[in-house]
């Protein structure tokens, strides 16, 4: 069965500084979900990747899938208090299903 | 924008006690799911249905079962609280995907924490 794997498991940065997280899968990618989940709240959608190649914005926040797609990345530049929280990556389970398999997660700390 | 409200942000229940938890979305979705999230054990899915009275187990279906009698609404059932259902539930929806392509992104609720005594 597929497999996600997230690093860091957690990260603390400065304000403004930039950061990467990285989701890597024992499987082909063939969708790449990043989430986000405030501290006891649930888990707001960032971006879908599909491609080997992708690479999608969203305000300061960059994910990206590689060629071989099995690796993703999410970069944040200049970071913010408001970006603290739980990042998580999803992918399609594979089986033709609906369902999705998640990492467990990397946890962000930004200190103003 | 997707809305998916779920009954109760917290919730205290007793051992024994037969629990529901209410999920309802407002964006015509065909698939709906119940998770549980545990620290250090993730998201792990409970049940998902992908069409009206039609359900399907996840990972971790023991102690619990669902109803959809209509398309926005998912119910998650505690047959009989035990103390190791405190937990994190999240309820998500999505809609059918394209024939032959990925899934589309799951949209999730508030949550809902559950305390069982």
């Known amino acids: 069965s597929q497999e996600l794997e997230q690093s860091p498991q957690s990260l603390i940065v400065q304000e403004g500084k930039n950061l990467t997280i990285n989701c890597t899968s024992s499987?082909?990618?063939?969708?790449l979900y990043w989430y986000k989940q405030k501290y006891g709240e649930g888990l707001i959608f960032l971006m879908m990747?599909?491609?080997?190649?992708e690479e999608k914005s969203h305000e300061k926040i960059t994910a990206k899938l590689d060629e071989k797609k099995q690796q993703s990345s999410l970069h944040i530049t200049a970071s913010q208090p408001s970006h603290a929280g739980i990042y998580l990556c999803g992918a399609d389970g594979g089986d033709s299903s609906y369902k999705l398999i998640f990492g467990s997660g990397t946890r962000l700390l930004v200190r103003p | 924008d997707v809305k998916v409200t779920q009954s109760s942000r917290y919730l205290v229940k007793r051992t024994g006690e037969k629990v529901f938890l209410e999920c309802v979305q407002d964006m015509d979705h065909e698939n709906m799911f119940w998770y549980r999230q545990d620290p250090g054990l993730g998201l792990r899915l409970i049940y998902f249905?992908?069409?009206?009275?039609?359900?399907e187990k996840g990972d971790i279906p023991e102690g619990y079962s669902v109803s959809r009698e209509k398309k926005e609404r998912f119910s998650l059932i505690l047959e009989s609280a035990s103390t190791n259902q405190t937990s994190m539930y999240l309820c998500?929806?999505?809609?059918?995907?394209?024939?032959?392509?990925?899934?589309?992104?799951?949209?999730f609720g508030d949550g809902t924490r559950l305390s069982i005594l």
């Open positions: 998500a929806s999505s809609p059918y995907g394209p024939r032959g392509g990925s899934n589309q992104p799951q949209h």
């Open positions: 249905s992908y069409d009206v009275k039609m359900k």
């Open positions: 990747l599909q491609k080997g190649g």
């Open positions: 499987k082909t990618l063939y969708g």
